[in-house]
């Protein structure tokens, strides 16, 4: 009993014990504990900024394409035939698949 001896009085006290134990368990063996949590967090949050980044560049060629639109005829004409097929009353569209 000498070791029991030489635990502080407040370490022998069953809140105490518990308060411990709790925080123990909550910071590191539940299934949303600190550290998992933190690790996926951090993980998700980098898959944010990268597609943030996509996006941010999809929109800057989104808007440079519409200012080639609003100022040159020849880039809506061009525009036109590619993405709805459109074509003029003397021409034929012949559309060849790849596969």
């Known amino acids: 009993m000498k070791i029991l001896d030489r635990v502080p009085s407040w370490l022998k006290n069953k809140y105490v014990?518990?308060?411990?134990?709790?925080?123990?368990?909550?910071l590191f063996l539940d299934d949303r504990d600190f550290i998992t949590t933190h690790f996926k967090q951090r993980g998700e949050l980098n898959k944010l900024?990268?597609?943030r980044k996509y996006y941010e560049g999809q929109i800057a060629n989104t808007k440079k394409e519409l200012n080639q639109l609003k100022s040159n005829p020849?880039?809506?004409?061009?525009?036109?035939?590619?993405?709805y097929l459109m074509k003029r009353d003397?021409?034929?569209?012949?559309?060849?698949?790849?596969?």
């Open 17 to 26: 014990i518990t308060a411990i134990g709790f925080a123990v368990w909550i």
């Open 90 to 99: 003397n021409e034929d569209v012949f559309l060849v698949n790849d596969k």
């Open 74 to 83: 020849a880039t809506i004409e061009k525009y036109a035939r590619e993405k």
């Open 49 to 51: 900024e990268q597609s």
